[in-house]
């Protein structure tokens, strides 16, 4: 038998992050796609729409007015997934409680966060100061999300920034916008996270270069990082201030990428010193040019960020380090994306093309926004 | 406060299953959606269709042609995501292994089952006898796999019987089939399914009425089938041969069904009984024709069989408890989607209906297909 190579040969990775697999199967990529294809993305929006109900002034469903907002704008998501209003009491029932009946009552709060006035802007085509200005929101919603909490009788709470960005992530309104749902809980996702972080065990003592934790200790996501800058084939952006963009080694959608500090612990976005702020500003946006530019089309995704459970008392106490996640669809264009179905749902998810390759295509394309290219 | 009301109040319900949470919004069902909407599914298919690669006699992609065959028909994957050959040797490296970058080559086989020469039809569609044969099909394929792994070198290993219905759920061709992955490995998913299985403990003393599993303990899904038989609040169908289809307490996907024995553990199809294996293609079709009448339309889903991984050599050892997973995503009609995205992915599933709501719905929708309605 020949020697293995993960560039040709079916192949299973581990994602230490969450303990989970992705199988791999890079000779895959050459399949012919003969099934489903996506409606084309509108290729100009106008800058007011007076049918958005994001738009600045414009009424919502709901009957409340947008203020002329000028900068960010925040609010309550009208249709919340989660309530705010004090916790009805358990059922009293005479039954002893059934593991395979589980139920807790919980709440939790929804708010929107509009990233610009303007309907026709992304977080690729704002400028890096109004990138800034959207982490200031993240960070007064982080903040005024978690007194809530702590006033509230929660001992555990989660803050998670999100967006979804396109119909085909199924958000319903094009003008740049994201969502914070706060939940009196930590979710299963984070919480998986922050277990892992936890437990981290290092096989050896990692190279003394490689920056250590809050605690002194060797820390899995900084050690990752540290290794990622340094072995340089799944970098797509760096930024000195101290951040890396990666198509991690784990990654399940075709141009994931995870974005995170490589030079300290920073526990969550309150930490962050005004340079790494506008440093994270920076690589956002080099890193979704880079996506709009692979298949010249607004590129559809799931973001998010994870960082410490309820804004911590005492940082220095953290596992959790600030990361986003980007979660995008597409696989060979703008109107081909990869499903996560039959047995990715069942047996355990999968991918085509391997994740240094995926780094490279994004490597390759263009630094300027195709939109903004003149000729 | 007021007493919790599951059909009210936001709360987070726990799947015994794989040890993760669902949140359940169910007063979120009234917000409107302005989102992406799905293409209306072509009403009639012809019953033969030259285009199509699976129709009898039509040559394939590869340059092989299908025989005219007049039952199931199994053949390879033409762009298979494992391959046979044998496992490529580790690249020898002077590095420790590193556990933020771990790998391991696989192999497996890919293959296609075809449910039915017609072109037109679809489970929901065909004759009881007609999904006895798939059954039959699936068994052959499931000792076959099991003994090409077996006589490999491999100790452990799972065939993962799925199908994808739908172009919304990545299927590349409407033709009735499904597919097949066999890997040298048990997968994340029904891994962790096993090992949940395995660790169960109840609370107390199951009711004497339940049946037990093959060790004379209780069996955590074959308790839950009995409660839920009891209960009735979510069972959609059952059959008196054994089977019973539910919503499931801790259902993701809107519509979601887990469709499993409640009389007796069955590790695998190899053990089904005559009157089994003919109740199971019963309320298969019975399942198939509801989803279908709920919106009218050719309902899409991911569908997956768990069992004993490799076809036991002595079933009386196995944990696994035969059992379907559907996962469709249809939630308001036949072209408006649940989208599992941004909080989905970086926090917990989310849903909107309950799942007694859901398994109500279910029911009161008619039991004969809306095609086969004259007038
Ligand atoms: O092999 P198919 O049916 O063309 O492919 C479909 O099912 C596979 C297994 O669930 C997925 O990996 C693919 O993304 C999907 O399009
Ligand atoms: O609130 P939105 O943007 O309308 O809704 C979108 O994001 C939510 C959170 O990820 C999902 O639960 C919805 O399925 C999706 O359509």
Redesign the interface.
């Known amino acids: 038998?020949?020697?293995?190579?993960?560039t040709e040969?079916?192949?299973?990775?581990?994602n230490?992050l969450i303990g989970?697999?992705v199988?791999?199967?890079p000779?895959?990529t050459?399949?012919?796609?003969?099934?489903?294809t996506e409606a084309p993305v509108l290729a100009q929006l106008p800058k007011y729409d007076a049918e958005c109900?994001l738009c600045p002034g414009n009424t919502r469903?709901g009957g409340i007015q947008n203020p002329k907002y000028q900068d960010t704008y925040v609010f309550d998501n009208d249709?919340?997934?989660?309530?705010s209003s004090?916790?009805?009491?358990?059922?009293t029932s005479s039954e002893?409680?059934?593991?395979?009946?589980?139920?807790?009552?919980?709440?939790?709060q929804c708010k929107v966060i509009c990233y610009h006035p303007r309907h026709d802007l992304t977080l690729a085509r704002m400028e890096v100061d109004d990138i800034v200005s959207v982490i200031d929101g993240w960070k007064g919603i982080y903040i005024e999300e978690g007194s809530m909490l702590r006033e509230s009788s929660s001992s555990e709470g989660?803050v998670?920034i999100?967006?979804?960005r396109g119909?085909?992530?199924?958000?319903?309104?094009p003008h740049p916008h994201g969502?914070v749902?706060t939940?009196s809980?930590v979710?299963?996702?984070?919480a998986t996270e922050l277990h892992h972080l936890a437990t981290y065990s290092?096989?050896?003592t990692p190279p003394a270069s490689h920056p250590r934790g809050l605690d002194g200790k060797p820390h899995?996501l900084l050690?990752?990082a540290a290794?990622e800058v340094e072995r340089k084939e799944r970098v797509v952006e760096l930024d000195e201030s101290g951040w890396v963009a990666v198509v991690p080694?784990w990654a399940v959608w075709p141009f994931e990428i995870l974005l995170l500090p490589y030079k300290r612990q920073i526990p969550s976005i309150l930490q962050l010193t005004p340079e790494e702020q506008e440093g994270l500003a920076r690589i956002m946006k080099k890193v979704l040019v880079r996506y709009d530019n692979l298949f010249s089309c607004p590129f559809p995704y799931?973001?998010?960020?994870?960082q410490a459970p309820l804004p911590p008392i005492d940082p220095t106490k953290e596992v959790a380090q600030t990361h986003f996640?980007f979660?995008p669809p597409l696989l060979r264009s703008a109107s081909v994306r990869k499903?996560l179905?039959?047995?990715e749902?069942?047996?355990?998810?999968?991918r085509?093309l391997t994740a240094e390759q995926a780094a490279t295509r994004l490597r390759d394309v263009s630094e300027v926004h195709y939109a903004e290219k003149v000729g």
């Open positions: 038998s020949t020697e293995f190579d993960p040969h079916p192949h299973r990775r581990f230490p989970k697999h199988l791999v199967s000779h895959r050459k399949r012919p796609w003969k099934g489903q109900y469903s249709f919340p997934a989660l309530l004090p916790l009805p009491t358990q059922r002893p409680p059934n593991p395979m009946f589980t139920s807790s009552p919980v709440r939790g989660h998670q999100f967006e979804n119909s085909m992530m199924g958000a319903s309104a969502q749902w939940t809980y979710p299963d996702e984070p290092p096989p050896s899995l050690s990752y290794e080694f799931s973001m998010g960020l994870h996640h979660y499903f179905v039959g047995f749902m069942m047996g355990e998810v999968q085509d």
